[in-house]
């Protein structure tokens, strides 16, 4: 009896149906972000060619708005695919941004000591929800929740005690000459550009004292910052044993710790890494305006969670891709910028994102029934 | 024969007022397969979470490869070679078989001095234990949720040969099981023990047992009936002892005997 069992096991199984090529490109998690981004580009591409969208202050722009939700997709990418959320992203941007307002100007620190110590504040709040998460076995929707209301507090309470208003400005006059300012907050490869420009490849200035520079002369840091972010989430993700422990931990918690994977220590480090891509998302953002405002980030959570869940992650945790979130995030900047450009009401582009994250979490319910074989 | 591989002796476990365990003897030799049998609340998982190292037993002996044991946790049980293959799979269906085979364990190379996770080697490993084992994957990145109960039995037990068990534990492996999958997995059980690996085999269906089992234990209530060798007993014997003979002989009856 056994002996016949293994032979049949042995050949193919005639009740398996071989699975089409095409069904195998469906089960890729990026599957609803590529069909996207081609989708809003072709859109664009027709209908607003000649608003300026895709000249070079045009691609500026939107790739630098991209840019934005792709670094704090990253870090919500990660850490819905460890099986949690962090609802406290957006306060954490207004609260980091504060801080480094508050210890550079107001106290006079180094620009790069507040921003070094911001950091560390914040990737330990970061620490504390997951450990509240980790310990409490309470849904980290619920501890976040309690965040994102305690950082945005104290971010309206400490400018208003100590300098008596909601925003505080003069951060970029406190960091000129720092050293470590310019990495969130200067333009890089300008010569490309001076170069570009004198060849008449991307428009110039025609009039005034900056006749002849290209009016883009370089691309914003924060855009290196998000693809270095991508890069280095996607390595993680897929190609090291910390990525399978991060897939595991969501997929099933338990029985990752069965098999030996530190679910804690992964939950607890992709909490941090989280506060770490806000933390960067506010420094640029503070280092740009030269300014930091009670306000900031407000909305930018459920910013982040819809890039990524367009990207093809599971709110359910265990399945998803970098790659997939930074297309996410492209489609939204994209989208965002380009009905400004195309002269459409920009409250439709609320509409365009409940309407793209309804379809999107159709589509992975439905790519999860095909992995799983559920019916 | 030689000396068992592990030995539990007299093994009694209390929980609080309840007497789980009340001395109970069992040993397993290398290369054989040791049937556990017993009806529902007979011990038997109280049984296995103490050779395994989840539970202290309250009084009693685990000499394991000659030395006697204390495990402090599962992971210490784990790391001397007792794996155990619940009921319940450490799979994760969303993940590939592979990533799956070596979670927690994977298989690492270095690129300019940082490590990075082997796919190649853990995709090649993955394809050849399955092949072992009799199952023939579409490819080592299809997903654990694809596979049947009985395959996924199968990637269990042979991760766990794989990463060096001696003594394999089969906590019910065919209880949720068609009749072709259960076959699949006994046929497994046999490989793995033709592999000189011990196995310990709990089930509750005589038939199962005895398919591939050489030696047998009934525990009931706490308490072994003591084992028998493959021939020296028949199943209507088994299924009594593991009943408690009297009433099933009753029951027996009115159905027929067909149980």
Same mark, same amino acid.
């Given at each position: 009896m056994a002996d016949t069992a293994q032979n049949d096991a042995a050949s193919t199984d005639e009740r398996v149906k071989e699975i089409s090529p095409l069904r195998k490109a469906l089960i890729r998690p990026e599957l609803g972000g590529i069909v996207g981004t081609v989708a809003v580009f072709t859109f664009f591409l027709l209908?607003?060619?000649?608003?300026?969208?895709?000249?070079s202050q045009g691609v500026i722009n939107w790739s630098t708005v991209s840019a934005q939700f792709m670094i704090i997709a990253v870090g919500a990418c990660l850490l819905m695919i460890a099986g949690e959320f962090d609802l406290s992203v957006g306060s954490m941007i207004g609260f980091a941004g504060m801080m480094i307002a508050i210890f550079a100007v107001t106290y006079s620190w180094p620009v790069w000591i507040a921003i070094l110590v911001t950091f560390a504040l914040c990737i330990a709040v970061g620490a504390l929800n997951g450990i509240i998460v980790v310990r409490t076995g309470l849904p980290s929707f619920i501890v976040t929740l309690a965040f994102l209301f305690i950082l945005r507090g104290f971010t309206i309470f400490l400018p208003q005690v100590i300098e008596r208003k909601t925003i505080i400005g003069g951060v970029r006059e406190a960091a000129e000459g720092d050293w470590l300012a310019p990495l969130f907050g200067s333009k890089v490869f300008q010569g490309v550009f001076t170069w570009m420009g004198e060849n008449g490849w991307i428009a110039t200035f025609t009039?005034?004292?900056?006749? &002849?520079?290209?009016?883009?002369d370089g691309i914003p840091v924060l855009i290196i910052w998000a693809i270095g972010l991508v890069i280095f989430g996607h390595v993680l993700l897929t190609k090291t044993r910390f990525g399978n422990w991060i897939y595991a931990s969501g997929g099933d918690a338990d029985a990752a710790r069965n098999s030996g994977v530190p679910v804690n220590r992964v939950k607890i480090l992709m909490f941090m890494f989280t506060a770490f891509c806000a933390t960067v998302f506010a420094t640029c953002q503070v280092m740009e305006f030269g300014s930091a405002g009670?306000?900031? &980030?407000?909305l930018k959570e459920f910013e982040a969670i819809i890039a990524v869940v367009i990207g093809g992650?599971?709110?359910? &945790?265990g399945y998803g891709s970098v790659i997939g979130a930074a297309l996410g995030a492209l489609i939204f900047g994209v989208v965002q910028q380009g009905l400004f450009f195309a002269g459409v009401e920009s409250s439709l582009f609320r509409v365009f994102l409940g309407v793209i994250l309804l379809a999107a979490v159709i589509l992975n319910t439905y790519i999860r029934r095909i992995i799983t074989g559920e019916r | 024969m030689s000396d068992p591989i592990i030995q539990m002796k007299d093994i009694q476990k209390h929980f609080g007022r309840v007497i789980a365990l009340a001395g109970v003897s069992v040993d397993v030799h290398a290369g054989e397969c040791h049937c556990l049998l017993g009806d529902n609340g007979a011990g038997k998982s109280t049984f296995i979470k103490t050779m395994s190292g989840v539970h202290k037993p309250t009084s009693g002996e685990i000499i394991f490869e000659g030395k006697p044991m204390d495990f402090a946790d599962p992971r210490d049980a784990m790391e001397a070679g007792i794996a155990t293959v619940h009921q319940h799979l450490a799979m994760i269906p969303l993940m590939s078989v592979s990533r799956n085979f070596f979670m927690g364990n994977e298989p690492v190379k270095k690129i300019m001095g940082l490590p990075f996770f082997d796919h190649e080697k853990a995709n090649t490993t993955t394809m050849e234990a399955m092949k072992k084992m009799g199952i023939n994957l579409r490819g080592p990145d299809q997903a654990v949720g694809t596979l049947s109960g009985g395959e996924r039995q199968t990637v269990a037990i042979s991760r766990a040969v794989h990463f060096g068990a001696k003594v394999l534990i089969l906590d019910e492996p065919t209880s949720a099981l068609g009749v072709r999958q259960t076959s699949n997995v006994l046929a497994t059980i046999d490989k793995v023990r033709k592999q000189g690996v011990a196995v310990v085999f709990i089930t509750h269906n005589v038939r199962h047992a005895l398919a591939v089992g050489d030696r047998f234990t009934v525990l009931n209530r706490g308490k072994t009936l003591g084992t028998a060798g493959k021939g020296e007993i028949t199943p209507e014997e088994l299924q009594d002892m593991m009943a408690g003979g009297q009433e099933m002989a009753q029951l027996e009856g009115s159905l027929g005997g067909t149980v």
């Open positions: 209908f607003a060619f000649d608003s300026g969208m895709f000249n009039r005034g004292n900056r006749a &002849g520079e290209p009016i883009v009670a306000d900031r &980030g407000l992650a599971l709110l359910t &945790g | -």
